[in-house]
């Protein structure tokens, strides 16, 4: 079945860039999403991906799509506070049937 | 606002008792999920739904039970069987439009006490 994996924790100071990575298997794969959950919440969507493009950016965020390595990065430049964190890569076949990753844990040190 | 609403965001249970949580869209949305999300762990797809009175099982189905009588709402039971439920339930919808993202509530804490 499809898998998504994504390391669990990431440190960054202040001001720095943070890049989150994913991994996935299934190559039918046709939009990856990033998703932000902050504690107690639900899950907001930060970008979205076509499985046709290689880069995406809006504002402070850039998403990058290596299909033929099935890996996706999302880059949070000038890392805040307020972005501390677990961020989610899903990937979805078909715009209905999500594949969510174990989620990654960003922690912004002062 | 169109949105997707979960209540009660806290819950309590005990043991033995069945409990159902809410989750109702005005997004005008075909398919909806119910999650699990335990501490330190990822979404785990309990049931879902693409259309009204259909449902299918997730990777996590064993001890819940679904309805989905109307497009707005997929309430989730969480039964005595279910033999662990303490975690934290998270709602989702999505339209049938290509492209489109999963919208999610802001989850429900299940405790049994």
């Known amino acids: 079945g499809e898998d998504v994996e994504q390391s669990l924790f990431l440190s960054v100071r202040e001001g720095d860039s943070s890049v989150i990575n994913c991994t996935y298997t299934?190559?039918?794969?046709?939009?990856l999403y990033w998703y932000k959950q902050e504690p107690g919440a639900g899950l907001q969507l930060l970008t979205y991906?076509?499985?046709?493009?290689d880069m995406k950016q809006d504002q402070r965020l850039t998403v990058l799509l290596n299909k033929k390595d099935k890996h996706l990065s999302l880059r949070i430049a000038d890392t805040q506070t307020g972005d501390s964190a677990i961020y989610f890569c899903?990937?979805?076949?078909?715009?209905?049937?999500?594949?969510f990753g174990p989620g990654t844990r960003l922690s912004v040190l002062p | 606002d169109g949105g997707i609403t979960q209540s009660p965001k806290y819950l309590f249970r005990k043991e033995g008792q069945n409990v159902t949580l809410s989750c109702e869209q005005n997004?005008?949305?075909?398919?909806m999920y119910w999650y699990r999300q335990d501490p330190g762990q990822g979404l785990r797809l309990i049931y879902y739904?693409?259309?009204?009175?259909?449902?299918q099982k997730g990777d996590i189905a064993e001890g819940y039970s679904v309805s989905r009588e109307k497009k707005e709402s997929f309430p989730l039971t969480v039964t005595s069987a279910q033999k662990n439920p303490t975690a934290f339930y998270l709602c989702?919808?999505?339209?049938?439009?290509?492209?489109?993202?999963?919208?999610f509530g802001q989850g429900t804490r299940l405790t049994v006490v």
């Open positions: 991906i076509f499985s046709n493009m």
């Open positions: 739904s693409q259309i009204v009175n259909d449902f």
């Open positions: 989702a919808s999505s339209g049938t439009i290509v492209n489109t993202e999963a919208f």
């Open positions: 997004l005008n949305h075909d398919a």
């Open positions: 899903a990937e979805s076949r078909n715009g209905q049937n999500f594949v």
């Open positions: 299934d190559s039918s794969s046709t939009y």
